[in-house]
C-alpha cells in the first residue's frame, strides 16, 4: 500500500512539474540565459581591462626608461600618452611623471599640470596635496611669499598628510623675504608638532638661529 501511495505522490509531483514548467519555462529560460551572457560579458570586461592594463604598463616602463636615459622631452610625451589612454591607475603616475619630466625644461609648465592634479577629486585627497606641494616647491625661490602661503597654508593643517614639508617650505619663503614674524610661526609649529621628522626638526632649529631675536617689551 505504502508502494502504491508513493508513487500517487511521485505522479503528482511531476504533475505539478509540468504545469510549474509549462507556465514559466520562458521566463526559467530567460533567466539562464542572461546569466549566461552575464558572465560572458564580465569575462570580456576583465579580458579588455586586462589588455589595457598591459598595454599601459608596458607604455609606463618605456617613459621610464626614457626618462633614465634622460631623454625628458621624449618620456614627458611617453607619459602623456599613457595618462591618455591607461586606467586610473596607469593614468595618475603618469600625470605625475608627466609634470616631473616637464619641470627639467619649463617649471610653468609643470606647476600647471601639477595644479591641475591638486584641483582633481579623482584622484583622491592625499594624492592631490601631493601634487600642490610639489607645484609649490618648484615656486619656492622665485613665487612672493603670499603667493606659496594661499597655495600651501591649507596643507599645514595638523591632520594634513604632508603638513611638515608644506610649514618648512612656508618658512623658508618667509624667511627668503626677510619676514621673521612669519617665519617663526611657521617654525614654531614644527617645533610644537610631535610628528615632526627629526631631519626636518633638525634644519627648523638651524633656521630658527639664524632669525633676528624677538624684541622684549
Do not use: C
Amino acid at each position: 500500500m505504502s508502494e502504491f501511495i508513493d508513487e500517487v505522490d511521485e505522479e503528482v509531483r511531476r504533475e505539478q512539474l509540468k504545469k510549474l514548467w509549462d507556465r514559466y519555462s520562458l521566463f526559467i529560460v530567460a533567466i539562464a540565459v542572461l546569466m549566461i551572457a552575464g558572465v560572458g560579458g564580465w569575462r570580456w570586461y576583465q579580458y579588455v581591462e586586462g589588455q589595457k592594463a598591459a598595454e599601459a604598463g608596458a607604455g609606463f616602463n618605456k617613459a621610464i626608461e626614457l626618462s633614465e636615459q634622460n631623454k625628458h622631452a621624449d618620456a614627458e610625451k611617453a607619459f602623456a600618452e599613457v595618462a591618455a589612454t591607461a586606467p586610473s591607475g596607469y593614468r595618475m603616475l603618469a600625470r605625475f611623471h608627466q609634470a616631473a619630466e616637464a619641470a627639467v625644461r619649463d617649471k610653468a609648465a609643470a606647476v600647471k599640470l601639477y595644479d591641475e592634479l591638486g584641483a582633481d577629486r579623482s584622484i583622491g585627497a592625499e594624492q592631490q596635496s601631493m601634487a600642490r606641494l610639489r607645484a609649490a616647491g618648484l615656486l619656492a625661490d622665485t613665487a612672493p611669499y603670499a603667493d606659496l602661503k594661499q597655495r600651501l597654508e591649507g596643507e599645514t593643517a595638523a591632520s594634513a598628510p604632508f603638513r611638515h614639508a608644506a610649514r618648512e617650505l612656508l618658512a623658508l619663503s618667509a624667511w627668503r623675504v626677510n619676514d621673521a614674524a612669519a617665519a617663526r610661526q611657521w617654525l614654531d609649529m614644527i617645533a610644537m608638532d610631535g610628528e615632526t621628522p627629526p631631519g626636518l626638526r633638525s634644519r627648523a632649529e638651524a633656521l630658527q638661529a639664524l632669525l633676528p631675536a624677538v624684541a622684549k617689551s
